[in-house]
């Protein structure tokens, strides 16, 4: 087992590369947490606070959080108890500007990042399917095993409108201006790891699992 004190890992991957996937890995490996921001951000909108009110408008205009709220959210949950043996941040930073300013309060000490084709980034999102009611998650190829029927609630299995190839596409389009410059800025300062999403899961992580 690692030592686990010494990990402050950030996670970088267009849409579809799997990094949710290695993150919940990584976390049963290193056990130390997985923070998503997007989560963060979603359980404000859940809980109904001010913050999530103000989130759920920049979600619903098809903006990015401001980083403020991002930040401060973040900042947040990384002083929890369970954050203080190391973490595993995905979603975080998605520009330079966040980067350079959690220089002096993140300090990572690995980024991952994983990279795919956007043909595959589509196809694999594109096949995603996703219950209208809970949280499950699957495949169009596995919906023929129970129908549109989510096998754990009562709510049908849906094809959500963000993955759609067109939404897909504009996502990645996104990822690309907004996020890749982040990747060059990491590698510049050394602590990029760059890893080939196109590979099986295991074998991704087994590649991670050895670098760190």
Same mark, same amino acid.
């Given at each position: 087992?690692?030592?686990?004190?010494?990990?402050? /890992?950030?996670?970088?991957?267009?849409?579809?590369?799997?990094?949710? *996937?290695?993150?919940?890995?990584?976390?049963?490996? +290193?056990?130390?947490?997985?923070?998503?921001?997007?989560?963060?951000?979603?359980?404000?909108?859940?809980?109904?606070?001010?913050?999530?009110?103000?989130?759920?408008?920049?979600?619903?205009?098809?903006? +990015?959080?401001?980083?403020?709220?991002?930040?401060?959210?973040?900042?947040?949950?990384?002083?929890?108890? %369970?954050?203080?043996?190391?973490?595993?941040?995905?979603?975080?930073?998605?520009?330079?500007?966040?980067?350079? %300013?959690?220089?002096?309060?993140?300090?990572? *000490?690995?980024?991952?990042?994983?990279?795919?084709?956007?043909?595959?980034?589509? %196809?694999?999102?594109?096949?995603?399917?996703?219950?209208?009611?809970?949280?499950?998650? *699957?495949?169009?190829?596995?919906? @023929?095993?129970?129908?549109?029927?989510?096998?754990?609630?009562?709510?049908?299995?849906?094809?959500? %409108?963000?993955?759609?190839?067109?939404?897909?596409?504009?996502? +990645?389009?996104?990822?690309?201006?907004?996020?890749?410059?982040?990747?060059?800025?990491?590698?510049?300062?050394?602590?990029?790891?760059?890893?080939? @999403?196109?590979?099986?899961?295991? /074998?991704?992580?087994?590649?991670?699992?050895?670098? /760190?």
């Amino acid at each position: 087992m690692p030592d686990i004190g010494e990990h402050r /890992l950030i996670l970088i991957g267009p849409q579809g590369s799997g990094k949710g *996937t290695q993150g919940e890995l990584l976390q049963v490996y +290193l056990q130390i947490p997985t923070i998503s921001t997007g989560q963060l951000c979603r359980a404000e909108i859940e809980k109904g606070t001010d913050i999530g009110k103000s989130i759920e408008g920049f979600v619903h205009d098809g903006a +990015l959080v401001p980083d403020a709220i991002v930040i401060a959210l973040l900042k947040e949950r990384i002083r929890e108890y %369970d954050a203080q043996e190391g973490f595993i941040i995905d979603g975080f930073p998605r520009t330079v500007e966040q980067a350079r %300013d959690a220089e002096g309060w993140l300090h990572p *000490t690995k980024v991952i990042v994983i990279e795919i084709s956007k043909k595959l980034a589509i %196809d694999r999102m594109s096949a995603r399917r996703a219950c209208s009611q809970c949280r499950y998650k *699957t495949t169009a190829s596995n919906v @023929g095993l129970h129908g549109s029927q989510c096998p754990r609630c009562p709510g049908k299995l849906i094809q959500r %409108d963000d993955d759609r190839p067109e939404a897909i596409q504009k996502r +990645l389009d996104m990822y690309s201006a907004v996020t890749e410059p982040v990747v060059e800025y990491y590698k510049q300062t050394g602590l990029a790891e760059r890893f080939n @999403g196109s590979l099986s899961i295991p /074998l991704v992580f087994m590649e991670i699992a050895h670098v /760190l």
